[in-house]
């Protein structure tokens, strides 16, 4: 069967499978400090991948949003040119597709951006396990440092009960937030929405 018939909601469940034991191989080892605090300056970072295999998949967008005592005060939004095709399903999840990643910089080159943009600040991420295990899977070609990661799926646990699950869009439709769904920078700018919203309760 083409990629493209299949049912973009069986698509999605799949998805969400895949990401969670993805997120569930990338706890071990950890390099990262997760984190229960919650810093006023920070950056909230997400990743778009060809897949949901840190190691074997590669990171195909970074999203990133500074913040300073919760105001935005820069961002980063960067394709990445994975030196692999992206496929269709992918493409139709992300809207990312070859022709658009072909003279993209390399991971490399981006990490080595992101690391200087996040600088010292701790990072705020959604499902936190599975974008860290894309970023910490490079550790191998870039010297990763050990981040201080605050992950808003537990935040959100503790602070709103009121639906199904805590998926992104999930928590962007209870809250009723404009939400570019699996735009790297779009979903930073939903998550950092969702954090500041948690602490506003706590």
Known sequence: ??????????????????QYWASRRAQAPKKYKPSVSKPTSY?????ETTGFRPGADQIIQVGAIKFLNHEKIDEMNQLVNPRRPISSKITALTGI???????????????????EF?????????NASFDMGFLY?????????????????????????ATPNH??????????L??????ALGDCIVTAK?????????
């Open 118 to 126: 996040i600088g010292d600040l701790p990072i705020i991420a959604h």
């Open 167 to 176: 998926k992104l869009t999930t928590l962007s439709n209870y809250l009723e």
């Open 137 to 161: 899977a490079h550790d191998n070609i870039i010297d990763i440092p050990s981040y201080t990661v605050i992950d808003t799926v537990k935040l959100a646990r503790k602070v709103i009960q």
């Open 1 to 18: 069967m083409d990629d493209q018939s299949k049912d973009p909601r069986e698509y999605l469940q799949q998805k969400s499978r895949q």
């Open 194 to 202: 969702i954090y500041q919203y948690c602490l506003s309760k706590l």
């Open 43 to 47: 950056v909230v970072l997400d990743f």
């Open 97 to 115: 597709h070859d022709a658009m990643v072909r003279n993209s910089p390399t991971i490399a080159t981006v990490l080595m951006e992101l690391i």
């Open 178 to 183: 404009e939400h570019n769904a699996h735009d």
